[in-house]
């Protein structure tokens, strides 16, 4: 028994996990995540270990990227995982979820919100509003029974930051 516990204890322990993924997503753009393996010690996983599916909390079907390729990325020092696609995002999430198999058997889900393409158009300047705007509006009298009996036509003046009830306390007073 002792002998046993002596060589269980002697055997590297793998615990191997899953970073954040880093790297924004941006609408129109092909994917390119990188994904840091976490606690490697020895060889990492190989790239046809690695499995992309759908999350096992998933909103939506279609937030699951098409066409994914993941790889295992050992150049320049710590182990990650390179997750691309071909074809551009299209949906503004993106959820899936990463299983390392082959002895590993560790899985993460991923939800990431997608960001818009930056513009390079330049947009005109705002112009600012006048502080007063002129409207002809029809002001309707009552007549002995209550009900309108005439249209005239007055004008308005309106400030910017008039509410309908500075309006009516201005016009329609008691």
Not at 50 to 71: A, E, G, H, K, W
Not at 142 to 149: F, I, K, M, W
Not at 150 to 172: C, F, N, P, S
Request: net charge negative.
């Amino acid at each position: 028994m002792g002998l046993l516990l002596a060589i269980l204890s002697a055997s590297p322990a793998w615990a191997l996990g899953l970073g954040p993924a880093s790297g924004n997503p941006i609408l129109g753009q092909p994917l390119q995540l990188q994904i840091p393996l976490l606690g490697v010690s020895g060889r990492p996983p190989e790239s046809k270990c690695v499995f992309i599916s759908q999350s096992t909390t998933r909103i939506d079907n279609d937030y699951l990227p098409r066409d994914v390729r993941s790889v295992v990325d050992t150049d320049g020092g710590s182990p990650r995982l390179l997750i691309t696609t071909t074809t551009a995002v299209r949906q503004p999430i993106i959820e899936f979820q990463v299983f390392i198999a082959c002895g590993f058997n560790v899985s993460r889900d991923y939800l990431l919100m997608v960001e818009l393409p930056p513009t390079s158009v330049a947009r005109p300047a705002p112009q600012p509003a006048p502080a007063q705007v002129a409207i002809a509006v029809p002001v309707q009298t009552a007549g002995s029974a209550g009900l309108p009996d005439g249209v005239a036509q007055k004008e308005i003046i309106l400030e910017r930051a008039m509410t309908l009830e500075d309006l009516g306390d201005l016009h329609y007073q008691g």
